[in-house]
């Protein structure tokens, strides 16, 4: 099996982005140490504080922003970083070719309960000239790379530079990534479905009547049986999507007409879209392909359906019917 270097340097990736992703990958594993060590270390429950978005932060949260800060921060191709944890961005150079965007624990709700946890990233080209929240708000189509890292029973990266999707298991004896799956692929159809069922009565109408019709299995018109999943983590439910097909959504609703969207665009939703859409899967808000957004703010959000692409193809028919009447709730 190919380590991580030995891949990187087989698919002539250039000097700088594989410093950067290695830098990355080094971090993901203290990472993985210290979710390991949960409450043996200390680590688990809540702060006092509150992010960006208004959450309440996890000492993970914080422990994990501040070593991915401190290692990107180390590394000279890195211009500036974004995180969810961050109120603005941070620069931390004058001169690298590159600016990084990440959730440094994605699903840190599942920490208390030793459930799927994982780090996603973003990363974009640096423009020249000063460096400005502007310089960040680039479409996920100028995305030089991108990837997760799932703590789970094995610690698994999986990364894209645009070349497909590659899998790779730390081996916990080498401590090396090792490349355990050379070219991801998702399935066109599938018959399994991810979402957050307790906001049913929230969501947009063909959301509701898409959902429904996936229930009602083979006597609906979609004649069909459904299972549906739901990790309540994206870095989870993504990787089973990208694992065996199936499709991932966090649709639109008004459960706070202030929030309609859950996911942020440029270190969530941009990221997983294009490793599954190098995967050939497809994602989508339901009304537009979410890597040619043009993002207005770092922390913006956006609603997501990704996964298998005849089944995005289908969630997105109902998405383009007329709904004038609201169903009943």
């Given at each position: 099996?190919?380590?991580?270097?030995?891949?990187?340097?087989?698919?002539?990736?250039?000097?700088?982005?594989?410093?950067?992703?290695?830098?990355?990958?080094?971090?993901?594993?203290?990472?993985?140490?210290?979710?390991?060590?949960?409450?043996?270390a200390g680590v688990l429950g809540a702060t006092e504080q509150e992010n960006v978005q208004g959450e309440t932060q996890k000492k993970l949260d914080v422990i994990t922003n501040d070593m991915l800060k401190e290692a990107l921060t180390a590394d000279s191709t890195v211009r500036g970083l974004a995180s969810e944890e961050e109120d603005h961005i941070v620069e931390v150079g004058q001169s690298g070719d590159f600016l990084v965007c990440f959730d440094p624990l994605?699903?840190?709700?599942?920490?208390?309960?030793?459930?799927?946890?994982?780090?996603?990233?973003?990363?974009?080209?640096?423009?020249?000239?000063?460096?400005?929240?502007?310089?960040?708000?680039?479409?996920?189509?100028?995305?030089?790379?991108?990837?997760?890292?799932?703590?789970?029973?094995?610690?698994?990266?999986?990364?894209?530079?645009?070349?497909?999707?590659?899998?790779?298991?730390?081996?916990?004896?080498?401590?090396?990534?090792?490349?355990?799956?050379?070219?991801?692929?998702?399935?066109?159809?599938?018959?399994?479905?991810?979402?957050?069922?307790?906001?049913?009565?929230?969501?947009?109408?063909?959301?509701?009547?898409?959902?429904?019709?996936?229930?009602?299995?083979?006597?609906?018109?979609?004649?069909?049986?459904?299972?549906?999943?739901?990790?309540?983590?994206?870095?989870?439910?993504?990787?089973?999507?990208?694992?065996?097909?199936?499709?991932?959504?966090?649709?639109?609703?008004?459960?706070?007409?202030?929030?309609?969207?859950?996911?942020?665009?440029?270190?969530?939703?941009?990221?997983?879209?294009?490793?599954?859409?190098?995967?050939?899967?497809?994602?989508?808000?339901?009304?537009?392909?979410?890597?040619?957004?043009?993002?207005?703010?770092?922390?913006?959000?956006?609603?997501?359906?990704?996964?298998?692409?005849?089944?995005?193809?289908?969630?997105?028919?109902?998405?383009?019917?007329?709904?004038?009447?609201?169903?009943?709730?």
């Amino acid at each position: 099996m190919q380590t991580l270097a030995q891949h990187l340097s087989s698919q002539g990736i250039q000097a700088p982005l594989a410093q950067l992703l290695t830098t990355l990958a080094d971090t993901s594993k203290a990472i993985s140490h210290a979710v390991r060590h949960g409450a043996l270390a200390g680590v688990l429950g809540a702060t006092e504080q509150e992010n960006v978005q208004g959450e309440t932060q996890k000492k993970l949260d914080v422990i994990t922003n501040d070593m991915l800060k401190e290692a990107l921060t180390a590394d000279s191709t890195v211009r500036g970083l974004a995180s969810e944890e961050e109120d603005h961005i941070v620069e931390v150079g004058q001169s690298g070719d590159f600016l990084v965007c990440f959730d440094p624990l994605d699903g840190s709700s599942n920490i208390d309960i030793n459930s799927l946890v994982g780090t996603i990233f973003s990363v974009l080209p640096a423009p020249s000239g000063e460096l400005s929240e502007q310089s960040f708000l680039q479409a996920g189509r100028q995305q030089v790379a991108a990837g997760y890292v799932l703590y789970g029973p094995s610690t698994m990266l999986a990364l894209t530079t645009g070349q497909g999707v590659q899998l790779f298991t730390l081996n916990p004896e080498t401590n090396e990534y090792l490349l355990t799956n050379d070219a991801m692929s998702i399935s066109k159809d599938t018959s399994e479905f991810a979402i957050n069922m307790s906001n049913q009565r929230f969501w947009e109408a063909p959301m509701q009547t898409y959902i429904a019709d996936l229930l009602l299995g083979k006597i609906g018109p979609r004649e069909k049986s459904f299972n549906m999943r739901w990790i309540a983590a994206m870095v989870g439910d993504v990787h089973r999507v990208l694992s065996r097909g199936g499709l991932f959504t966090y649709p639109t609703d008004n459960k706070n007409p202030e929030k309609p969207y859950k996911l942020r665009l440029m270190y969530e939703a941009n990221p997983m879209s294009f490793l599954v859409e190098q995967a050939g899967g497809k994602a989508s808000t339901g009304y537009e392909t979410i890597m040619d957004i043009q993002p207005s703010e770092i922390h913006q959000r956006v609603a997501v359906i990704l996964g298998s692409a005849n089944e995005v193809d289908a969630c997105l028919e109902y998405h383009g019917q007329d709904y004038s009447e609201e169903p009943s709730l």
